[in-house]
């Protein structure tokens, strides 16, 4: 078999979509990508919400079906988009490692919809999106918080603070104590069931020596 021979199998083995099959995929496609969309839209808890970057997840998916219907309509395409995806390198750095997610599971998404499997496409996206509804709002049973007591030139009563700490929280420890000429500072880590009780701040300030309280909830990647 000569090399005209195999170009010319490679060539008249493809797929030709028509307009009707191209926008029913696409359409299937947007269908997925909005899913995903509003997943990142309820589930997100941070402080400033990136529209830009959700919306970039849509396009995302779309982008990855025409390059899965690229691939599946031309054998002799597929061989050179191996080549030329290879070269493709993403330096924006991504700051939040959920977003990392997001990415790969909007490429995944799409090019599933883009080699036609439509109902597992369907069905792991409604999947995926349940998980992270469920990871994102069922409460946890226990939280850190980090307690933050200051006090001037009087010596605090540590032993009276973490017993007022105590009565609010499972465990705790000291985690930071630092002390100048005129002020003190206490860390204190107290891990406590659902949430914080406010009226610890009027508990602790009540203790000798005290003259300011704050806490703040451990989220694990920063605090705050």
Aim: aromatic share 10%.
């Amino acid at each position: 078999m000569s090399k005209k021979d195999i170009f010319n199998y490679f060539y008249t083995n493809s797929t030709n979509f028509n307009v009707e099959s191209i926008l029913m995929i696409m359409a299937g496609g947007l269908l997925i990508s909005l899913i995903i969309f509003l997943t990142y839209w309820v589930s997100y808890k941070g402080v400033s919400y990136n529209r830009k970057f959700n919306i970039s997840l849509v396009i995302l998916t779309l982008i990855s079906i025409v390059i899965m219907l690229m691939i599946s309509s031309n054998i002799v395409i597929s061989l050179g988009m191996v080549g030329a995806l290879s070269i493709i390198r993403f330096r924006t750095p991504i700051k939040d490692s959920r977003d990392t997610v997001y990415i790969f599971w909007a490429i995944t998404e799409g090019l599933c919809v883009g080699s036609q499997n439509f109902k597992l496409s369907l069905i792991t996206t409604l999947f995926i999106a349940i998980i992270i509804l469920l990871t994102c709002f069922i409460p946890k049973l226990f939280n850190k918080y980090l307690i933050i007591v200051r006090g001037t030139n009087t010596k605090i009563d540590v032993a009276d603070l973490l017993r007022e700490v105590s009565t609010y929280a499972v465990s705790y420890k000291i985690r930071t104590l630092s002390k100048d000429k005129e002020s003190e500072e206490v860390i204190i880590e107290a891990t406590v069931k659902r949430i914080l009780n406010p009226d610890i701040v009027e508990k602790l300030l009540k203790v000798k020596g005290v003259t300011s309280v704050n806490y703040i909830i451990e989220t694990g990647e920063n605090v705050g």
